[in-house]
C-alpha cells in the first residue's frame, strides 16, 4: 500500500494564480481531510469528507474549495491565491470518525 | 469549542533519560480521542499514541506512555529510554464527534547524545 500521497511536493505561485493539490489514498478510507500548517503551529483543519459526493468546511476553508467524486481521490482547489496562503498542507484520511488518520507527505506552498 | 493548549515549546532531554511534554485541552464533548503525532524533519505525521476518553487505563506503547486526567482535561506524553530518533515536533490533538480535529501550536523535542 502507498498510504496517501499528495502532489506536487512542493510549489510556488503568483498572487492571483490558481492550482489544484491532489490527494489520493489507497486504503479504501471514507474520511479524507485537508489540513494546513502554518510555521512553527499545528495543523488546521480546511476541509474534510465522510465519503464520495459528501464535503464539508472545516475550521479555514475560506479560499478554498474541494471535490470528492470517488473513494480514493480528495483534490484541493486554490482560487485566487494569496500570500496568506503560503503554508504546508497535508491531507489525511480515516476510516471512521473514531480512528486514526493516516497522513500524507505535505505540499509545501509558497504564495509570492 | 475544542482547544488544544501545549505550554512547553521547546524541551530537551539527554539520551536515555525520561522526559514528559505536557498537553490540555477543553470540551464539552463527553465522547473524544485524545493523541499523541510526531512530526519529524521529513514532515511526515507519525501517530505515537491515542486514548480513549471513556477508558480510565492510561495508554501504552513500548517506551511512550501518556498520563491522562480526564477531570483536569490534562494529556501529557512520557518518553522513556529517549533515543536519538525521538527528536522532533510533537503534537496533541483531540477530537470529539464533530470531525473537526484540533492540533496544539507543538513542542520542539531535543535529545543530547
Known amino acids: 500500500n502507498a498510504g496517501v500521497t499528495q502532489t506536487p511536493k512542493f510549489r510556488i505561485l503568483k498572487i492571483g494564480q490558481s492550482m489544484t493539490l491532489q490527494c489520493t489514498q489507497d486504503?479504501?478510507?471514507?474520511?479524507m481531510y485537508w489540513y494546513r500548517q502554518d510555521p512553527g503551529m499545528g495543523l488546521k483543519l480546511i476541509y474534510y469528507s465522510v465519503g464520495a459526493g459528501i464535503t464539508d468546511k472545516g475550521e479555514v476553508p475560506n479560499g478554498y474549495n474541494v471535490s470528492r467524486s470517488t473513494t480514493e481521490d480528495f483534490p484541493l482547489r486554490l482560487e485566487l491565491a494569496a500570500p496568506s496562503q503560503t503554508s504546508v498542507y497535508f491531507c489525511?484520511?480515516?476510516?471512521?470518525?473514531?480512528?486514526?488518520?493516516?497522513f500524507g507527505p505535505g505540499t509545501r506552498l509558497t504564495v509570492l | 469549542a475544542q482547544t488544544v493548549t501545549q505550554s512547553q515549546p521547546e524541551m530537551s532531554v539527554q539520551e536515555a533519560e525520561t522526559v514528559t511534554l505536557s498537553c490540555t485541552y477543553d470540551?464539552?464533548?463527553?465522547?473524544?480521542?485524545l493523541f499523541w503525532y510526531k512530526q519529524p524533519p521529513s514532515r511526515q505525521m507519525i501517530l505515537v499514541i491515542r486514548?480513549?476518553?471513556?477508558?480510565?487505563q492510561n495508554a501504552t506503547e513500548n517506551r511512550f506512555s501518556v498520563n491522562f486526567q480526564k477531570a483536569a482535561k490534562s494529556f501529557s506524553l512520557k518518553i522513556s529510554d529517549s533515543q536519538l530518533g525521538d527528536a522532533a515536533m510533537y503534537f496533541c490533538a483531540l477530537k470529539d464527534n464533530n470531525n473537526d480535529m484540533r492540533f496544539g501550536a507543538g513542542t520542539r523535542l531535543t535529545v543530547k547524545p
Open positions: 489525511a484520511s480515516g476510516p471512521g470518525v473514531w480512528g486514526e488518520q493516516f
Open positions: 470540551t464539552s464533548e463527553s465522547d473524544y480521542y
Open positions: 486514548q480513549e476518553a471513556y477508558k480510565q
Open positions: 486504503m479504501n478510507h471514507n474520511y
